[in-house]
């Protein structure tokens, strides 16, 4: 049978965790999944891919682009054009889930964000990893990356952290994030992007 490879990276925003992401799927031949979580729920229930990403409360578009290590553009076409229809956060929370779950069914593919560690644990060849750093560390990487002045990329982190605080509770009841929600930790001021990523393609093929 062949190995079915399914890595789930949740990161801090500013900790390098979408480039993370993308090299560990390069170097392994995977599939990378991040706002494709978005879109296919927003196509399942109908409404726009703003207004899932708006329920699932981990950051606006705009936001996401502020983490500043996606290399291609989140705002689509089909985004721009498509009408925002407001519905309460719980309406998107199962499908959410749902379509982490069927991403991860298809096997060999890095799945960033979301939560994805949480629902999926016990999955065969799964890895979670922790992507993370300091606030410092994490404001003057955003700062220098997006050109903006450190008080305005530690705002940005501040806001974006408490929503993702406030996402795991709601979706998955976890008042407190663990380390034992997680196979591989990494803190991004102590190791490089590029090591990171070697890290977590040692910790997938071991």
Avoid: W
């Avoid at 699932?56 to 229809?85: C, F, H, K, N, Q």
């Avoid at 959410?96 to 939560?115: D, L, M, P, Y």
């Amino acid at each position: 049978m062949t190995h079915q490879r399914v890595i789930a990276i949740s990161r801090a925003i500013g900790a390098g965790g979408e480039e993370i992401g993308r090299m560990v799927a390069k170097q392994l031949g995977l599939r990378y999944a991040d706002e494709e979580i978005i879109v296919a729920a927003a196509e399942k229930a109908g409404v726009s891919p703003e207004a899932v990403a708006r329920a699932e409360s981990t950051g606006s578009l705009i936001e996401r682009i502020l983490d500043g290590m996606a290399r291609t553009p989140p705002v689509t076409e089909a985004m721009a054009i498509a009408p925002v229809i407001e519905e309460p956060a719980s309406a998107y929370e199962n499908l959410i889930e749902q379509v982490v779950r069927e991403t991860a069914e298809g096997g060999n593919v890095v799945i960033v964000g979301h939560g994805a560690s949480i629902p999926l644990a016990g999955t065969p060849g799964l890895l979670r990893v922790l992507i993370t750093a300091p606030v410092s560390s994490r404001t003057t990487r955003l700062a220098r990356a997006q050109g903006m002045d450190e008080g305005k990329a530690q705002k940005a982190i501040k806001h974006s952290d408490g929503q993702r605080r406030s996402y795991l509770k709601r979706f998955y009841g976890i008042g407190e994030e663990s380390p034992d929600h997680y196979d591989v930790v990494l803190n991004t001021e102590s190791v490089t992007l590029e090591g990171a990523a070697r890290a977590i393609v040692a910790a997938s093929t071991g």
